[in-house]
């Protein structure tokens, strides 16, 4: 396994800008779904997975059957990512 490390996981940068989806979705709404939305569930995966060892998102989510913190925000996470 890979060694313990702390914020394994982060937010992506957009492969476009956030005006790109306008008139469908607006600037302010797409900066704060990225920048505080998708940014909250890394910030909470991050903290569930203190001191244990990094593992990529997907086989992650593959083994988080029981709800909480590491499925609920795994899960964000990698559906916004």
Do not use: C, Q, S
């Not at 709404?29 to 593992?55: F, L, Q, R």
């Not at 059957?65 to 964000?76: H, K, S």
Request: aromatic share 8%; proline share 10%; glycine share 6%.
């Amino acid at each position: 396994a890979a060694p313990a490390v702390t914020n394994a996981y982060f937010v992506p940068d957009l492969p476009y800008p956030f005006e790109a989806l306008e008139p469908y979705i607006d600037t302010p709404t797409m900066k704060i779904h990225h920048d505080k939305h998708h940014a909250t569930y890394v910030a909470n995966i991050n903290k569930a997975m203190e001191g244990k060892d990094e593992v990529p998102i997907l086989d992650l989510m593959e083994n988080a059957l029981d709800a909480g913190p590491v499925r609920n925000n795994g899960g964000g996470h990698y559906n916004h990512a």
